[in-house]
């Protein structure tokens, strides 16, 4: 399914913020925002952890909300050096979220996310509580794109 899975696989692992675009079913546009994640070999994890937020119920969350209504999703992951466009690059993933939430059937899920992030982001282990959810992406495509000054002989 994914060509390049090492060179996509360290992406994901070594990058530690990406943006998340859902959709707004209210006017059928995209709602952006950045996220926190970790990667299990097969899905990208998103926490809806206890950092305030405007809404004291996480299903309130906009981004909750549209995955709801619309589980389509992208997620990217960029990478710009003003110094060196040699180092310009994106990982764009275009698949299908959905919420779990801790309860019996997906218990399982929520401790590796929680495990994961804890590794992942020194937050979750003394500052922030991961949150009774999280989001789950399956990937379904993926793009990437790297800078190059090569001339093509076209």
């Known amino acids: 399914m994914i060509e390049d899975r090492s060179e996509i696989v360290e992406t994901l692992n070594n990058s530690k913020i990406a943006r998340l675009a859902t959709v707004d079913p209210e006017n059928n546009q995209p ?4 996220v926190v994640f970790v990667f299990n070999g097969y899905n990208i994890f998103i926490p809806i952890d206890d950092k305030p937020k405007k809404t004291g119920n996480s299903n309130q969350l906009k981004r909750v909300k549209n995955i709801q209504k619309n589980p389509n999703i992208s997620f990217l992951i ?9 180092n310009l690059s994106y990982l764009m993933i275009q698949g299908k979220a959905r919420i779990v939430v801790n309860r019996l059937k997906d218990i399982d899920t929520i401790k590796i996310a929680h495990y994961l992030l804890s590794e992942k982001y020194l937050q979750y282990k003394n500052l922030v509580g991961m949150g009774d959810s999280c989001i789950v992406i399956d990937i379904q495509k993926v793009i990437k794109w790297k800078y190059s000054n090569k001339k093509s002989n076209s």
């Open 78 to 86: 960029d990478t710009y050096d003003e110094e060196d466009w040699n």
């Open 31 to 34: 709602y952006l925002v950045p």
